[in-house]
C-alpha cells in the first residue's frame, strides 16, 4: 500500500472507526486515542496491508484489538492487592472488613471482580457469560473501582 491509497483509506474510514470506538467506549477522549491507535497501526503496515475492499474489515477488527486492549490497560490501574484482598481456598477473596465490603457492593459485582482480577478473565470473556456488553461490564468495573477506591480507608 501507498501512502497516497493510506490517505484515501484515512479519509473514507476514519470518522466510522472513531464512531465505533465511541459507541464501544463511551467517551469521546477513549475513542480519540483509540481511532489514532488503530491508524498508527495500519501506517506501520503499509509494506504489509493491501487496499482491497477488506481494509474496512480489517480496520474494524483493529480497533476491536485496540480498544480491548485499551480497555484491560485503564482498568489495571486501581490493584486490588492493594486494597488487601486475599485469596482463600479458590473459594474467592475476602478482607479483613468482609462485612464493610459486603455492605458496598452485591455479590454479582464482587464475582465480577473476582473473575477478572483473580481469574483473568477479559472484558469480552464476562460480556459473553453474562450476556451484556463489553461496554456495560467496562462500566461496572469503572463503577465499582471508584467505590472501592472511595471507601479504601474503610477496608483496610
Known amino acids: 500500500m501507498l501512502v497516497e491509497e493510506y490517505e484515501v483509506i484515512f479519509r473514507k474510514y476514519y470518522r466510522q472507526i472513531y464512531n465505533y470506538c465511541l459507541i464501544k467506549l463511551?467517551?469521546?477522549?477513549?475513542?480519540?486515542?483509540?481511532?489514532?491507535?488503530?491508524?498508527?497501526?495500519?501506517?506501520?503496515?503499509?509494506?504489509?496491508?493491501?487496499?482491497?475492499?477488506?481494509?474496512?474489515?480489517?480496520?474494524?477488527?483493529?480497533?476491536?484489538?485496540?480498544?480491548?486492549?485499551?480497555?484491560?490497560?485503564?482498568l489495571k490501574d486501581i490493584s486490588l492487592d492493594s486494597l488487601d484482598f486475599t485469596v482463600?481456598?479458590?473459594?474467592?477473596?475476602?478482607?479483613?472488613?468482609?462485612?464493610?465490603?459486603?455492605?458496598?457492593?452485591?455479590?454479582?459485582?464482587?464475582?465480577?471482580?473476582?473473575?477478572?482480577?483473580l481469574h483473568g478473565m477479559t472484558i469480552c470473556e464476562l460480556a459473553a457469560k453474562s450476556a451484556v456488553s463489553e461496554a456495560a461490564i467496562y462500566k461496572r468495573i469503572e463503577r465499582l473501582k471508584a467505590k472501592l477506591k472511595k471507601h479504601k480507608e474503610e477496608l483496610l
Open 88 to 117: 482463600e481456598d479458590n473459594c474467592g477473596f475476602i478482607t479483613r472488613s468482609y462485612e464493610i465490603l459486603d455492605t458496598l457492593i452485591s455479590k454479582d459485582e464482587l464475582l465480577l471482580l473476582e473473575n477478572y482480577y
Open 26 to 74: 463511551r467517551a469521546e477522549q477513549s475513542a480519540y486515542d483509540c481511532v489514532q491507535e488503530v491508524f498508527l497501526i495500519l501506517y506501520k503496515k503499509l509494506n504489509r496491508v493491501e487496499a482491497t475492499e477488506n481494509i474496512g474489515l480489517w480496520l474494524y477488527r483493529t480497533a476491536d484489538k485496540v480498544i480491548s486492549r485499551y480497555i484491560k490497560k485503564n
